[in-house]
């Protein structure tokens, strides 16, 4: 099965940071890579879909690139609305797999 | 407004059984392959069990093969999950998520999901 390492686990970081979460598969896989955010309460929320693509209403500061086996998920510049847990997502033939998640927290 | 609604969560006790619903609204749900995906208390998000539109093709990721089985009715736009031997892992919120495995290829709209706990 493929493995996603994501990383870091947690992430503290203000206002206004540039913000980067890695995700590391264990083999190469499809550009069927997508992040989520998901707050304290609340059921995940698309954010990025095929490595890049923004979802519907996800603000232009999220960004998602690949390069190899390893997956980014960038916000330009961190917003209040922001601070919440990130999770990538993989799908290969009927495979789904999520990374560990990172929390992103006040710093 | 397209949206997913579960029930059927509850307290079952371990060996026990539970039927979780998920209701769909503002979508052509026959359309669409949907999926079950839960995450135990503190931890992250797993993926449990898939069904295309039809039915045609159903998926159970390995923790729980044998023992769930999701189904759908399509004229209720309703997919079902049957959870039968619950273990103390299987305690978690369940979400349902529908698959859009054309243009997204993701999990592009969620429920509020709805929790299992399996106790002694």
């Known amino acids: 099965d493929i493995q996603m390492t994501q990383s870091p686990s947690t992430l503290s970081a203000s206002v206004g940071d540039r913000v980067t979460i890695t995700?590391?598969?264990?083999?190469?896989?499809?550009?069927?890579?997508?992040?989520?955010?998901?707050?304290?309460?609340?059921?995940?929320?698309?954010?990025?879909?095929?490595?890049?693509?923004?979802?519907?209403?996800?603000?232009?500061?999220?960004?998602?690139?690949?390069?190899?086996?390893e997956f980014t998920l960038t916000i330009s510049s961190l917003q209040p609305d922001d601070f919440a847990t990130y999770y990538c997502q993989q799908y290969n033939t009927y495979t789904w797999t999520f990374g560990q998640g990172t929390k992103v927290e006040v710093k | 407004e397209m949206q997913l609604v579960e029930s059927g969560g509850g307290l079952v006790q371990r060996g026990?059984?539970?039927?979780?619903?998920?209701?769909?609204?503002?979508?052509?749900?026959?359309?669409?392959?949907?999926?079950?995906?839960?995450?135990?208390?503190?931890?992250?998000?797993?993926?449990?069990?898939?069904?295309?539109?039809?039915?045609?093709?159903?998926?159970?990721?390995?923790?729980?093969?044998?023992?769930?089985?999701?189904?759908?009715?399509?004229?209720?736009?309703?997919?079902?999950?049957?959870?039968?031997?619950?273990?103390d892992e299987d305690t978690a919120v369940y979400y349902c998520a529908r698959w859009e495995g054309v243009v997204e290829v993701a999990f592009d709209i969620w429920g509020q999901g709805t929790m299992v706990t399996v106790s002694s």
């Open chain 1, 23 to 69: 995700c590391r598969a264990s083999q190469t896989i499809t550009r069927w890579l997508a992040w989520y955010q998901q707050k304290p309460g609340k059921a995940p929320k698309l954010l990025i879909y095929r490595t890049s693509s923004l979802g519907s209403g996800v603000p232009s500061r999220f960004s998602g690139s690949e390069s190899g086996t």
């Open chain 2, 16 to 87: 026990g059984s539970l039927r979780l619903s998920c209701a769909a609204s503002g979508f052509t749900f026959s359309s669409y392959s949907m999926t079950w995906v839960r995450q135990a208390p503190g931890k992250g998000l797993e993926w449990v069990s898939y069904i295309t539109s039809s039915s045609s093709t159903i998926q159970y990721a390995d923790s729980v093969r044998g023992r769930f089985t999701i189904s759908r009715d399509n004229a209720k736009n309703s997919v079902l999950l049957q959870m039968n031997s619950l273990r």
